[in-house]
């Protein structure tokens, strides 16, 4: 509650029913509000920065013919500001009146112009022909400045029925929370469609947290443990066998490093092999790439290229990885977004929005001028954008009319950047061999040298090329070309390799041609195979399909899919030149559903019901499956067996619980099939199965699977079974923690506090809740892209009597590791009591002030009319008192950890 509301809150409520009765306290009251308006103008006036649009001083003056007539019974006095039930303003200055009860012509209130763009979180900006563009989730529109009306003591002012008629945000007054209710209709609702540009964050002047230069952040160890038996006993004729993979993963110098060892024999260390070791550092302008990686001309496995890559970017950034896998230099070529311009005709005077998809948030507009041309520039393509943007035009700017609308369609090509943009890659280094089990060499062995260099440019919105030569046992020229051309449902992204000592040429093409709504054509080209594939849906449900591959042969078919509530069916069906069938089909009515699939050496056919009736598939089900294989000889198997999903999954997505048991039999014999996974231990996941027959084998096989993932920096957790995605992406560990002995360090013995993040917590602007935040013991996990972050603290989330020593910060975020923020809650406390002179007669209007020893904090308030002062978020240590600049009776407190949060303290003015 604000400390000036709670003043008349708390006369009210101490006076009782002789504030309302007794007309003489009530005029001091008046008279107080008086003097504090008059003395909180001048502090407000010289703090009143918030907003980054300012109106000049020329129209404030062209607004004096505005200026308002306080001949009525207004005055000026302070009040909360609530958007929805939620207070955004703890106290601004308006001028009003109220009698006790309700507000008294509510409408004429004035209430300052930046409160009222502060508390919607409005857009302003300054127009050249002087009008001023207003936006917000739910608003667009311009205000004149010359007409705003200009208060001698609150300055530029909306009245409530200004702010109701412009603004279309409906306004009302609580007399009990004595604050103003602002409830814009755009409150609480979805708006689709991604905003063309995003509020900007602010990280000038805010506490920078940085990361340390070394970690160790992760450690993930997989187990597998196989065996199998000929006979009904285990110990008669049984094999088992261990192999295992151990991966690690953290921060040096801004990048990340990764380490993966491969364990063949997990019992016989000798025979382990280091299979990757790579560090990577990836900025929006530049990446480097030392060890292990693939090579940015062809496409290898991982750990088959050893070497040095660093990737130079101007005038584009790549789009944000989010499934781990490490350095990607052909994804880091290609920009996350590629503008486009969208271009039509219209009569003069209409007004041309446009929206994304089926959303009617509005991205940008224009006013169609005499040349009867609209024009939106650099829509963004790619990433998050789909490109399925539409375009509303309002007859003569006429928004109650029905729009025309037209759709405007766009892709990217992968490998396209922006026009105007360039890259450079230059990668050097050897292939790799690992060691196997007969060579006992842990690093492996570097054998052939390789090497490149190329340029790419982005020529215009639709064309994108690049060149460059390689070393690869000959030196070797490269091409690439991605085009889009506009206006043309054409895509095509080629990269070429001259030929190699053999006279073998190397070509990597990608075509798509999508002539109309219903037929598209696809080819595409490697060193393997050529493959075309052409879609023509002749009915809005039935697809025909024909395809050609250069090692296989031609076929036909037909795809066809639809659903309704509660049932969904999927089938697809082909026939190659050979005579060979290939088909799949999916189906669900209900809780039943059915999955078949087969070729020409045999098929499967799943049934599942689930018995707990659920759409998501955990619970309870029954299974019945029966398959075929045909090579040397026909099998068949056919299972019956129960199953259980728990509802409840762990971090990664696995199940809590996952079992299965049923009994197959078929021409192999017959036997128990069970299967069992848990994630309940957290950072572990256990994984048995026991097939006692197969398809095509009497023999019982059992495995048993360990996944061991431990978080071991900042102290050791559990960790999610995703170390790998940590190779390109970082985090933010928040550690919000009662520092009891006010030394902003996080010792032994102070608690974490983790409850409630999405009420303390905000990240960009954004709640914390939409980045999945993973709560434990030691604090907040978020998973981030590199860069640095604002993080904001809501003090609706504060513990209470608790407080932050800071309202927000900019952390910085690089790939490896958790950048940890400690966040240390200090306890608030709060005086109040009744000012007197020496008379012991209470003092109203007086400035009651408290300051700390070194000056830096300082906490003041006005008295009321009985005298009241409220002093509040005061944190520990000693305090000067003083009333009017004058030391006070008594004239020092002592606040430490002992002391109540709440004191109540009379003092004696001088």
Request: one cysteine or more; hydrophobic letters at 35%.
């Amino acid at each position: 509650m604000p400390p000036l509301v709670f003043y008349l809150k708390l006369t009210r409520m101490h006076v009782g029913a002789p504030l309302r009765v007794d007309s003489v306290l009530w005029q001091i009251a008046i008279i107080v509000g008086l003097v504090v308006g008059m003395a909180a103008k001048a502090c407000s006036q010289s703090h009143s920065g918030f907003h980054e649009t300012r109106i000049s001083q020329t129209e404030m003056e062209d607004s004096e013919s505005s200026v308002i007539d306080n001949s009525d019974n207004f005055t000026v006095f302070p009040v909360g500001v609530n958007v929805g039930g939620r207070p955004v303003i703890f106290s601004v200055l308006v001028r009003g009146q109220e009698d006790g009860s309700q507000a008294v012509a509510f409408e004429n209130w004035l209430i300052p112009y930046d409160a009222v763009v502060q508390a919607l979180k409005l857009e302003v900006t300054p127009l050249a022909d002087g009008q001023l563009d207003v936006r917000s989730p739910g608003l667009i529109t311009r205000l004149n400045p010359q007409e705003l009306q200009n208060d001698p003591e609150l300055g530029l002012v909306l009245s409530i029925e200004e702010v109701e008629r412009l603004l279309g945000v409906p306004a009302e007054f609580d007399i009990n929370e004595y604050a103003i209710i602002l409830n814009p209709p755009w409150l609480g609702q979805k708006t689709g469609g991604i905003a063309a540009t995003e509020p900007p964050v602010q990280l000038e002047g805010l506490p920078r947290i940085t990361p340390t230069d070394f970690t160790l952040t992760a450690i993930e160890e997989r187990i597998t443990a196989t065996g199998s038996e000929s006979t009904s006993g285990l110990g008669e004729s049984s094999s088992l066998s261990y192999r295992g993979e151990l991966a690690a993963v953290g921060t040096l110098l801004s990048g990340s490093w990764y380490v993966r060892v491969n364990q063949p024999d997990f019992l016989d260390s000798p025979t382990w092999s280091l299979t990757e070791a790579q560090y990577l550092r990836q900025t929006d302008g530049a990446d480097y790439g030392v060890g292990s990686q693939p090579t940015f001309w062809r496409s290898q496995g991982r750990g088959e290229y050893w070497g040095v890559t660093t990737i130079q970017r101007q005038g584009f950034t790549p789009p944000v990885t989010f499934g781990g896998g490490g350095f990607s230099p052909g994804q880091r070529l290609q920009a996350s977004q590629v503008g486009q311009t969208i271009v039509g005709e219209a009569e003069p005077g209409t007004l041309v929005r446009l929206t994304q998809g089926f959303s009617d948030r509005v991205l940008a507009e224009v006013l169609v001028d005499s040349s009867g041309v609209y024009r939106f520039e650099d829509v963004p393509i790619g990433g998050q954008r789909l490109g399925n943007y539409r375009i509303l035009l309002y007859p003569q700017g006429r928004l109650s009319a029905q729009p025309e609308v037209r759709e405007a369609t766009f892709s990217t090509v992968p490998g396209q950047i922006p026009e105007g943009a360039a890259a450079t890659i230059v990668s050097v280094g050897w292939t790799h061999q690992p060691s196997g089990l007969n060579n006992q060499n842990f690093i492996g062995e570097w054998q052939n040298f390789q090497g490149g260099i190329a340029q790419r440019w982005g020529i215009s919105e639709d064309l994108t090329v690049g060149v460059g030569g390689i070393y690869e046992e000959s030196v070797r020229g490269l091409a690439d070309v991605f085009f889009r051309p506009n206006g043309i449902p054409l895509e095509v992204a080629a990269s070429v390799l001259s030929p190699d000592q053999e006279g073998d040429w190397d070509s990597n093409a990608n075509l798509r041609y999508e002539p109309t709504s219903t037929i598209s054509l696809q080819f595409n080209s490697d060193r393997f195979a050529q493959r075309l594939n052409l879609n023509w849906r002749i009915f809005p449900r039935l697809t025909v399909l024909g395809t050609y591959n250069s090692r296989e042969g031609t076929a036909v078919g037909m795809q066809t899919g639809f659903s309704r509530r509660g049932f969904f069916t999927f089938a697809r069906a082909t026939i190659d030149d050979q005579n060979r069938w290939r088909w799949n089909a999916t189906q669900r009515l209900g809780f039943l559903q059915l999955n078949h699939q087969g070729n020409e050496l045999g098929f499967r056919s799943d049934l599942n019901y689930n018995l707990s009736r659920r759409f998501l598939g955990d619970g309870y089900s029954v299974l019945l499956s029966y398959e075929t294989r045909n090579l040397q000889r026909r099998d068949n198997l056919a299972t019956v067996g129960w199953r259980y999903q728990s509802k409840a999954r762990s971090p990664d997505g696995s199940y809590l619980w996952d079992t299965q048991l049923g009994y197959g039999v078929g021409s192999q014999g017959s036997g128990w099939i069970a299967q069992v996974q848990t994630t309940i231990i957290p950072g572990l996941l256990l994984r048995g199965r026991y097939d006692g027959v197969s398809l095509t084998s009497n023999e019982a096989n059992y495995s048993l699977e360990l996944v061991a993932s431990l978080n071991v920096q900042e102290g050791v957790t559990p960790g999610d079974r995703q170390s790998d995605r940590f190779r390109d992406r970082g985090g933010i560990l928040i550690q919000p923690f009662f520092d009891r002995n006010n030394n902003s360090k996080l010792d032994s013995g102070e608690n974490i506090y983790t409850e409630n993040p999405e009420l303390l917590l905000i990240l960009n602007n954004q709640p914390i809740q939409s980045f999945r935040p993973q709560v434990q013991a030691n604090g907040i996990r978020l998973r981030l892209p590199p860069e640095t972050y604002r993080l904001d603290f809501d003090p609706s989330g504060f513990p209470l009597d608790w407080q932050t020593v800071n309202d927000a910060y900019a952390v910085e975020v690089v790939a490896g590791s958790y950048t940890v923020v400690q966040v240390p809650l200090v306890l608030s406390y709060t005086l109040s009591g009744v000012v007197t002179d020496a008379q012991g007669n209470v003092v109203a209007g007086a400035r009651v002030e408290a300051i700390s020893a070194d000056g830096e904090q300082r906490r003041f308030s006005v008295t009321n009319g009985a005298g009241v002062y409220y002093l509040e978020q005061l944190p520990q240590g000693t305090f000067t008192l003083k009333i009017n600049q004058e030391p006070a009776q008594p004239g020092t407190i002592t606040l430490d950890e002992d002391a109540e949060p709440f004191q109540e303290l009379n003092l004696r003015s001088p």
